[in-house]
């Protein structure tokens, strides 16, 4: 079954706006991973947690990982026309050795 | 060639057909996965090889074939397929394959077409 819910599906943003997404799932995790696809590219890795309560930054990106352990969330600050992506999470189960990924949220940006 | 390269990039293909996706990276990672990702679902896990031996077969049907002749090369033989199995065929690589601390590294992926 679904063991990650990302949301949202798909966001709508004018330039420059922030933009907030998250996911959240029942079973805890030991690692976060958060990461972006191109049109027509594979996925490329922007952000990996390892901790509880870790914050990281990665330019005008920042990720969480939430103090339950259960979810994670991916601001974009600033978007820009180059943000225009899929943006996927993906962690892994504690004990159970996998590695599950999230639906993706779509981000379109109106210039 | 840096990174994880796939070929061919699109390849369209009748059910009667045999042919064959390839992935080679250039990383000196030890374990090589392959992803079947359809549209508005999550990556779907298919196969793991570590140190060139299969870890993980995720339920897939006979009609996928992986082949990891060494850590640096990952193939997958497609014989018979449906028009299900269109999708977007992503090879990854990690450093080995414990889950824990290690993050994947994506290919451009195979974009399949069975008609």
């Known amino acids: 079954g679904q063991q990650l819910n990302q949301s949202p599906q798909s966001m709508f943003i004018q330039e420059g706006e922030d933009v907030s997404m998250n996911c959240t799932s029942s079973?805890?995790?030991?690692?976060w991973l958060w990461y972006k696809q191109d049109p027509g590219e594979g996925p490329v890795l922007l952000i990996a947690?390892?901790?509880?309560?870790e914050l990281t930054s990665n330019g005008r990106l920042t990720a969480q990982f939430g103090i339950t352990r259960k979810d994670s969330f991916l601001n974009i600050s600033a978007s820009i026309p180059s943000d225009v992506g899929i943006y996927f999470c993906?962690?892994?189960?504690?004990?159970?050795?996998?590695?599950?990924f999230g639906q993706g949220t779509r981000l379109t940006i109106n210039p | 060639e840096t990174g994880v390269t796939q070929t061919p990039r699109h390849l369209v293909m009748g059910m009667t057909n045999k042919k064959s996706l390839k992935c080679e990276q250039h990383?000196?990672?030890?374990?090589m996965y392959w992803y079947k990702q359809s549209a508005k679902k999550p990556l779907e896990l298919m196969f793991v090889y570590n140190f060139k031996e299969q870890t993980e077969n995720n339920s897939v049907p006979s009609r996928f074939s992986p082949e990891c002749p060494n850590s640096s090369h990952l193939f997958l033989h497609l014989h018979t397929l449906q028009p299900e199995d269109s999708a977007l065929y992503l090879c990854a690589s990690s450093q080995d394959g414990a889950w824990g601390a290690n993050v994947l590294t994506f290919g451009a992926g195979s974009r399949l077409t069975v008609l």
């Open positions: 947690l390892y901790k509880a309560g």
């Open positions: 990383l000196g990672h030890n374990a």
């Open positions: 079973s805890i995790f030991n690692t």
């Open positions: 993906a962690g892994v189960i504690q004990g159970a050795q996998k590695l599950v």
